[in-house]
């Protein structure tokens, strides 16, 4: 049998073909970006964006020119096949890098683990070998993350609140001087002007995002966008309703989480309940 050949020439590649569709319809029906931004209620940029490939946008964008295009659900099925292509994870993860850089301020809620921005050593190590990360690999990406640190120790850092659930702080290394260090690494990081932590305590009972672990980046821009993370996948959202959906989960987080001056006993409570190596 005769190898397959491709019968459009188009792209094979999920999120390449996504765009080139999103720019072929969109030349097809004679719109321009801003008249696009107009008819469907987004701003122009963000179809600028998904016709670049810097962002897929979200389901709802792709319903919405499905409809306008008249292409029943194509553009929300190619959407799909490329937010699953494992292929663009590491990239999506590489343009949140670039964001987190640039901004203003973050505000971040941990679930289940630590932010990056406030591991010790210790902590980035075993956290990346519980992800089968190991040897130079491993080396390189403890100190990457290390290097991640500079962002908040700067002459003019960001602004950078972590709401940690109190599962956090209830998982423990299993070395417990390296938990101590975690701890008292915590402690210290509220002492700079430019740090708020605050603790979800689990009698604040159900909440809207207790499944997922969520971060908020204020751009020089004006635009913030937010990257939602579990242990398989990271996504980075930049449509402005998803965006504000995540936000007021978050502020309801907020709203029951401890002050910070109780986070911060909290945080000592847990210190002092870690045991001390035994004297020699």
Not at 28 to 43: A, P
Request: charged letters at 30%; proline letters at 5%.
């Amino acid at each position: 049998m005769p190898p397959r050949r491709a019968v459009t020439g188009r792209s094979q590649e999920p999120r390449q073909r996504f765009v080139e569709e999103l720019r072929l319809l969109r030349a097809q029906k004679g719109d321009s970006l801003r008249q696009l931004g107009n008819v469907l209620g987004w701003d122009s940029s963000l179809f600028g964006k998904m016709e670049s490939g810097q962002t897929l946008g979200s389901p709802e964008v792709a319903q919405a020119l499905d409809q306008h295009y008249g292409t029943k659900d194509l553009l929300l099925t190619l959407w799909e096949l490329a937010a699953g292509d494992p292929t663009q994870f590491k990239e999506r993860y590489r343009r949140y890098m670039t964001l987190e850089a640039e901004a203003l301020s973050l505000w971040h809620y941990g679930v289940s683990t630590v932010h990056g921005l406030l591991q010790t050593p210790g902590y980035a190590r075993d956290l990346l070998t519980v992800g089968d990360i190991s040897g130079d690999e491993l080396a390189r990406q403890v100190e990457a993350r290390m290097g991640r640190r500079q962002l908040l120790e700067g002459d003019d850092p960001p602004r950078f609140r972590s709401i940690l659930s109190e599962a956090v702080l209830r998982t423990p290394l299993e070395d417990a001087a390296e938990w101590r260090r975690q701890l008292e690494h915590l402690i210290e990081a509220t002492d700079r002007p430019n740090i708020t932590l605050q603790v979800l305590p689990f009698r604040s009972g159900l909440y809207g995002l207790d499944s997922t672990a969520v971060m908020f980046l204020r751009l020089p821009d004006g635009r913030t966008v937010a990257y939602t993370e579990n242990a398989h996948r990271g996504e980075l959202i930049e449509e402005t309703s998803s965006v504000e959906r995540l936000q007021r989960a978050y502020d309801a987080v907020r709203d029951l989480a401890l002050s910070p001056a109780e986070s911060r006993k909290f945080v000592m409570r847990m210190l002092e309940e870690v045991p001390c190596d035994p004297s020699t």
